[in-house]
C-alpha cells in the first residue's frame, strides 16, 4: 500500500541555520503531497503542498519540491526561527484519505 | 469562529468507564474525520464521515463508536476504557474526499486513563 517515510527527530538546529527534513513515499498513481505543521499544545495545520510533479509548495518561508523521480518531497528552509520549533508531518492522498510519515520534531535553540 | 472545536480538551478517567469526545466544525464541510496520537505523535486515522455516512473504518477495537448527527457533527463515544487508550484524539474536516483536500484539525482532546 501507499506509504510516506520521514527522517527521524529530533532534529536539533541554531537559530538562522539551514533546514532540511527528508520525507519520501511510495504510492500508486500520482498523489498530491502534505506538509503539516503541529505547534506545541496545538492540532495539525497545513503548511504547504503540491498537487503535481514539479511542483514547489511554499509557506512561512518553507519550501518544498515534488519530486517524481526520486519520490521525494523534502522540507527545507533557509533560515529558520526559535518559533518553528514543532512537529512536521509529511503526508499523501490516497483513498480518501491522508497517508501520514511518522512526524519529526524540530527544535530550534536560540 | 474557532473552525474545528473539541470538548472536552482534557479528560482524565477511570479504567473501565465510558466516555464521549464531541467535534464540531463551521466550515461547512462534508467530511469528517477522528485520529489518535500516541506519546510519540503518531497519527492514526480511526474513522471518516462524508455527508453522514461512515466511509472509513480502521481497525479499531469496537468499543469505539463514532456518530454524526449532521455533518457538521462527529462524536467519539469509547464504553470500557482501557490504559492503552490514552492518547490526544484529534478531530478533523475537509471540504471532501477528493484530491488536494486540506484537512483542518481541531485542537486535540488529551484523554488520560487512570
Known amino acids: 500500500g501507499d506509504s510516506v517515510t520521514q527522517m527521524e527527530g529530533p532534529v536539533t538546529l541554531s537559530e538562522e541555520a539551514f533546514l532540511t527534513i527528508n520525507c519520501t513515499y511510495t504510492a500508486t498513481g500520482y498523489p498530491s503531497l502534505f506538509w503539516y505543521v503541529q505547534y506545541p499544545g496545538e492540532g495539525l495545520q497545513l503548511l504547504l503542498k503540491a498537487t503535481k510533479a514539479d511542483d514547489k509548495g511554499s509557506n512561512k518561508g518553507f519550501e518544498a519540491t515534488y519530486r517524481k523521480e526520486t519520490t521525494s518531497f523534502h522540507l527545507e528552509k533557509g533560515s529558520v526561527q526559535v518559533s518553528d520549533s514543532a512537529v512536521y508531518f509529511c503526508a499523501l492522498d490516497s483513498n480518501y484519505q491522508l497517508i501520514w510519515g511518522a512526524g519529526t520534531k524540530l527544535i530550534i535553540k536560540p | 469562529d474557532t473552525a474545528v472545536s473539541q470538548t472536552p480538551k482534557y479528560l482524565v478517567t477511570q479504567m473501565g468507564n465510558d466516555k464521549s469526545i464531541k467535534c464540531e466544525q463551521n466550515?461547512?464541510?462534508?467530511?469528517m474525520y477522528w485520529y489518535k496520537q500516541d506519546s510519540k505523535k503518531f497519527l492514526k486515522i480511526m474513522f471518516s464521515?462524508?455527508?453522514?455516512?461512515?466511509?472509513i473504518n480502521e481497525t479499531v477495537p469496537n468499543r469505539f463508536s463514532p456518530k454524526s448527527p449532521d455533518k457538521a457533527h462527529l462524536n467519539l463515544h469509547i464504553n470500557s476504557l482501557e490504559l492503552g487508550d490514552s492518547a490526544v484524539y484529534f478531530c478533523?474536516?475537509?471540504?471532501?474526499?477528493?484530491?488536494?483536500?486540506?484537512?483542518?484539525f481541531g485542537p486535540g482532546t488529551r484523554l488520560t486513563v487512570l
Open positions: 464521515y462524508n455527508n453522514k455516512e461512515l466511509i
Open positions: 478533523a474536516s475537509s471540504p471532501g474526499t477528493g484530491k488536494f483536500n486540506e484537512q483542518f
Open positions: 466550515l461547512g464541510h462534508d467530511t
